[in-house]
């Protein structure tokens, strides 16, 4: 049998979108299966978030040097850790990595003989994400020409150089028709696709916690939101609806970090900031909002769920295959503000045995496709299907 590999440079922690939280999961699924796929963390958090007390303004040489410094990091980071890397991975013969710039280093290590799986997990293509970070960071609107074609180069690359993909789903690898290189890089290789799973936590929740925390009874309507403050999250979509919101007295609760002076000034408005018990917000809710503009595969979309809860999102990525499963899950047209305002008052005007209906249906949903086991046992299911020549 074929010894794998799960990779990732960078942080594994619980609590974490993206392919942290991916894997912790996936990790303890696979070990509560008795699996023998290693999941292997290198390096420190090789993300490229900025805490809010670190952003800052800088003159355009720093700018410059900061985009040389990426550029030249990401092209040789194969050099600077080749060895050890090599050390660490020479004994597998497939390794599964989460990100672009992770497949791209470790095709470039010779030595190494491992087929190469990969699961990007970006809602944008890495270029942009990247520019996006900087010009946050710098506040500034320099567009990072060096740095762009660098970067386009690093993603193409890496699809070309792997052997195969694992997706969440159809829909979520169909976003990526639009990155760079993907549709030429994945001709005539193998894709499996595989639910990502979470905890079971609904035994854990302490109902009415964050309701208390922001004087709400169980009357009040009560929509959440959970993520980066973002414009790919969508949360300015929310922003400019705030008056809406207040109009129909419905009471937003955001959890994630936020910029004080950026947030609406408006009785209905309440940030947490972060929190680790997600489980106990998502159980206060009426509705889950998430309202990306472009989506890849969320996994707060699967925990509303996993708590019977009814959640409203975009008619993109994954949460259209979820939505052909689930019910509970009601999609919008990303490209219509009004179409969201209607889905939103409609959820709130069910009557209570329509709600608990769809609720119902969230929770099975979970229980049916997306437990950690169910994750797990799917997950080596794909990966062993890999190299059997089914080409989707």
């Given at each position: 049998?074929?010894?794998?590999?799960?990779?990732?440079?960078?942080?594994?922690?619980?609590?974490?979108?993206?392919?942290?939280?991916?894997?912790?999961?996936?990790?303890?699924?696979?070990?509560?299966?008795?699996?023998?796929?290693?999941?292997?963390?290198?390096?420190?958090?090789?993300?490229?978030?900025?805490?809010?007390?670190?952003?800052?303004?800088?003159?355009?040489?720093?700018?410059?040097?900061?985009?040389?410094y990426s550029c030249i990091s990401i092209l040789f980071y194969h050099k600077k850790n080749g060895k050890?890397?090599?050390?660490?991975?020479?004994?597998?013969?497939?390794?599964?990595?989460?990100?672009?710039?992770?497949?791209?280093?470790?095709?470039?290590?010779?030595?190494?003989?491992?087929?190469?799986l990969l699961t990007p997990h970006r809602p944008e293509p890495f270029c942009?994400?990247?520019?996006?970070?900087?010009?946050?960071?710098?506040?500034v609107q320099y567009s990072f020409p060096l740095l762009k074609l660098i970067y386009i180069y690093v993603e193409a690359k890496a699809y070309k150089a792997v052997s195969g993909f694992i997706f969440p789903s159809k829909g979520a690898m169909n976003i990526y028709k639009r990155f760079p290189g993907f549709s030429k890089g994945r001709k005539g290789k193998e894709v499996q696709y595989v639910l990502t799973g979470v905890a079971d936590k609904a035994s854990l929740y302490q109902k009415g916690k964050y309701r208390h925390r922001f004087s709400l009874n169980d009357d009040d309507k009560v929509l959440v939101y959970?993520?980066?403050h973002s414009s790919i999250k969508g949360y300015d979509r929310l922003k400019n609806n705030a008056d809406?919101?207040?109009?129909?007295?419905?009471?937003?609760?955001?959890?994630?970090?936020?910029?004080?002076?950026?947030?609406?000034?408006?009785?209905?408005?309440?940030?947490?900031?972060?929190?680790?018990?997600?489980?106990?917000?998502?159980?206060d809710a009426d509705v889950v909002v998430v309202p990306n503009r472009n989506t890849y595969f969320d996994l707060i979309i699967i925990e509303a769920l996993s708590m019977g809860k009814i959640v409203l999102s975009t008619n993109t990525g994954g949460n259209l295959d979820?939505?052909?499963?689930?019910?509970?899950?009601?999609?919008?047209?990303?490209?219509?503000?009004?179409?969201?305002?209607?889905?939103?008052?409609?959820?709130?005007?069910?009557?209570?045995?329509?709600?608990?209906?769809?609720?119902?249906?969230?929770?099975?949903?979970?229980?049916n496709y997306c437990t950690v086991e169910q994750f797990a046992r799917n997950y080596i299911a794909a990966v062993e299907k890999i190299g059997e020549g089914n080409k989707n």
């Open positions: 049998m074929k010894k794998v590999a799960i990779f990732r440079n960078g942080e594994i922690l619980e609590n974490t979108g993206g392919p942290s939280g991916y894997l912790y999961i996936l990790k303890s699924g696979l070990k509560r299966v008795n699996s023998n796929i290693q999941v292997i963390s290198f390096g420190k958090k090789s993300t490229h978030h900025v805490k809010k007390e670190t952003v800052q303004k800088t003159n355009f040489i720093s700018i410059m040097m900061q985009e040389l050890r890397l090599y050390n660490l991975l020479k004994d597998f013969d497939v390794i599964h990595v989460h990100s672009v710039e992770n497949a791209y280093s470790l095709s470039k290590i010779r030595k190494l003989k491992a087929d190469i942009q994400e990247a520019i996006n970070i900087l010009t946050n960071k710098y506040h959970v993520g980066r809406f919101f207040q109009k129909n007295q419905i009471n937003l609760i955001c959890a994630g970090e936020y910029d004080d002076q950026s947030i609406p000034q408006k009785k209905i408005w309440h940030e947490c900031g972060y929190i680790e018990d997600v489980y106990n917000l998502l159980g979820i939505s052909r499963l689930c019910k509970g899950l009601i999609l919008f047209d990303t490209e219509n503000e009004a179409d969201f305002k209607e889905k939103l008052l409609k959820i709130f005007s069910l009557d209570c045995e329509k709600k608990t209906l769809l609720e119902r249906q969230s929770r099975e949903f979970y229980e």
